[in-house]
């Protein structure tokens, strides 16, 4: 219901734009996001979005560097990720939350940066 894709393997300082779409078995959506977890750390909050009016939140650690967009026709959010750093080796989440609260996850990419 949820597919993302983007991930790979990349350098210190490089980029990656992460995908993720939501099937049309998914409705009345509020907000759409990303959460990453690295081995042996607790899943974190990358970033999210609401579909109305976009407002968007980040997690500390990856301010400034990602930026999280969304396209409402689509059902689809993505993760503009820069300036990698060998902490932000994860494997990244994506979820929807529809209007009660209910969040959809994906199976989730593997985000690898190699120094």
């Known amino acids: 219901q949820l597919q993302a894709c983007g991930g790979g393997l990349v350098q210190v300082r490089g980029s990656l734009r992460l995908s993720c779409a939501a099937s049309?078995?998914?409705?009345?959506?509020?907000?759409m996001g990303w959460y990453r977890q690295a081995p042996g750390k607790e899943r974190e909050l990358v970033a999210s979005?609401?579909?109305?009016?976009?407002?968007?939140n980040y997690g500390d650690s990856v301010k400034g560097r990602f930026t999280i967009s969304r396209d409402d026709a689509e059902n689809a959010v993505y993760l503009q990720v820069n300036s990698l750093k060998p902490d932000d080796t994860a494997v990244y989440y994506c979820?929807?939350?529809?209007?009660?609260?209910?969040?959809?996850w994906g199976k989730g990419t593997l985000v690898t940066v190699s120094s």
């Open positions: 049309g078995t998914i409705r009345s959506i509020v907000a």
């Open positions: 979820y929807a939350r529809n209007r009660v609260g209910f969040d959809y």
């Open positions: 979005i609401l579909t109305s009016g976009g407002s968007t």
